[in-house]
């Protein structure tokens, strides 16, 4: 199956800072999504981006998928982005769902 | 707000014992995959019902099953539980007609005892 890998595992940051998270995949993937899990458990989505590039405000993905792999961009960090950020990638129709990464626990200090 | 509700939030059971895990979703939301997510891990595919009959699965044995309504509420069903069996079980729903984009519920936290 397709495995995924999340660097970095932990990061800490001050309150503005930028970050870069990014994502690497064993192989190809034709879904690929971004997700932010909050401390109560809740995975909101933040992007579907199985290739190029989006943004939503403060936030901007980018995938190369012919490279396979993927960053997700902070910037002017604030506290209440803290949390674990999990990128997860399928094939197919989606049938196999998606395989996620091990995270990357974010956390933002005032 | 994903418009996913899973019931119930928190639940303590027995070893042995048998479990029913809940969700509703949005109408339109066709799709529904469970997940199981242990402690300081990703959340790990379990399986996805479309138009209420089970079409992929991960690598989990039979005692893991599932149900999916006309009304796109779905269960998950645990039997003879273990130990291992202790984690967060998160649904999942999309709509195949608007894209791939996932919505997750607040999921329930099961401890096995």
């Known amino acids: 199956g397709i495995q995924v890998e999340q660097s970095p595992p932990d990061l800490i940051l001050q309150e503005g800072a930028n970050s870069t998270l990014r994502c690497n995949f064993s192989d190809s993937v034709n879904n690929l999504q971004w997700f932010h899990q909050n401390p109560w458990g809740q995975l909101i989505n933040l992007f579907y981006i199985p290739s190029g590039t989006k943004q939503n405000g403060r936030l901007s993905a980018t995938t190369v998928a012919t490279e396979r792999y993927s960053l997700l961009y902070i910037s002017s960090s604030q506290t209440t982005d803290s949390g674990v950020y999990f990128c997860?990638?399928?094939?197919?129709?989606?049938?196999?769902?998606?395989?996620f990464g091990k995270g990357t626990h974010l956390i933002i200090q005032p | 707000e994903t418009g996913v509700t899973q019931s119930p939030t928190h639940l303590i059971k027995t070893r042995g014992q048998q479990v029913t895990l809940r969700c509703s979703s949005q109408?339109?939301?066709?799709?529904v995959s469970w997940y199981q997510q242990a402690l300081g891990q990703g959340p790990q595919f379990i399986f996805q019902?479309?138009?209420?009959?089970?079409?992929g699965r991960g690598n989990f044995p039979p005692r893991f099953s599932g149900l999916q309504f006309p009304n796109y509420s779905s269960e998950l069903n645990v039997n003879a539980l273990e130990l291992d069996d202790s984690a967060l079980y998160l649904c999942?729903?999309?709509?195949?007609?608007?894209?791939?984009?996932?919505?997750f519920g607040e999921g329930s936290w099961l401890t096995v005892v």
């Open positions: 109408s339109g939301h066709n799709t």
């Open positions: 999942a729903t999309e709509d195949r007609r608007s894209g791939n984009t996932i919505y």
């Open positions: 019902y479309y138009r209420e009959e089970e079409n």
């Open positions: 997860a990638g399928g094939r197919g129709g989606g049938a196999d769902g998606l395989t």
